[in-house]
């Protein structure tokens, strides 16, 4: 009996060690910032959006680059407003988008798929007529050399049908009237989360983004006034 308890409390330390390693490197890593590219013409602006845990990456609707509402249809919405401006994008896994509309409505099942990277993922996007900088919301303004990179990031996310557009998730499980959810490539997991996505987002053109990070407050840490 002894021997069985000492086994169980060493692989509970071991545990809880784990844990706090985990831990401790994802806040010492989204504190560590990688450069910022440097160039002239940084003229298209950008946003990133938390509401609290997960961070979105926010585009013009229409740029010489691109018109993004030809791969994300207005009318995917129920709301169908051309006149929006602005499109937020997020990754995540595809579980807690579309079965866990409050926290309260988490299930272990779900929970468990999501930390281990046996679930698929999908991608939120979200039409905004504007958007309003505070500790929430913060612009930044890319070059187009920069938007390009950033756009070929965002579309190799997507999983795309026989016709190369976004696959359009049917559910009722939107959060208002201006959102969709697509099919999306990759895992979501406990090293590779949301916010690991946007942060990546922000690498690929060249902006300042934390060395790794699992939660928003790394990113918005790089972006503090």
């Known amino acids: 009996m002894k021997k069985f308890l000492k086994i169980v409390g060493i692989t509970f ?26 160039v002239a013409n940084a003229d ?4 990133i959006l938390t509401n609290g845990v997960h961070t979105d990456i926010v585009v013009p609707v229409r740029t010489t680059e691109i018109d993004w ?27 807690f988008y579309l079965n866990t509309p409050e926290w309260s409505d988490l299930k272990v099942s779900t929970a468990l798929k999501a930390a281990s990277g046996l679930s698929t993922a999908a991608i939120h996007a979200t ?10 919301c913060r612009r930044i303004m890319i070059s187009k050399s920069q938007y390009d990179r950033l756009i070929a990031y965002i579309k190799k996310s997507f999983k795309t049908g026989a016709d190369q557009l976004p696959v359009k998730i049917d559910t009722h499980a939107n959060y208002g009237s201006t959102d969709a959810f697509y099919e ?3 895992h ?33 840490y790089q972006y503090r006034k």
Not at 127 to 136: C, K, N, P
Not at 188 to 213: E, V
Request: hydrophobic residues 40%; neutral net charge; contains cysteine.
């Open 13 to 38: 330390l071991s545990f809880c060690l784990l844990i706090g390693l985990y831990l401790l490197s994802a806040f010492i890593l989204s504190r560590m910032s990688t450069s910022k590219e440097q």
């Open 44 to 47: 298209i602006p950008i946003y």
């Open 69 to 95: 509402s030809t791969l994300i249809p207005f009318s995917n919405t129920t709301a169908n407003d051309s006149s929006a401006q602005l499109l937020a994008f997020g990754w995540g896994d595809k579980g």
């Open 127 to 136: 039409y905004y007529r504007q958007l309003r900088e505070d500790e929430d």
């Open 184 to 186: 999306a490539r990759g």
């Open 188 to 220: 979501y997991n406990i090293f590779f989360t949301c916010n690991t996505w946007a942060n990546n987002g922000l690498k690929s053109c060249g902006q300042k983004a934390c060395r790794w990070t699992i939660f928003d407050t790394g990113i918005f």
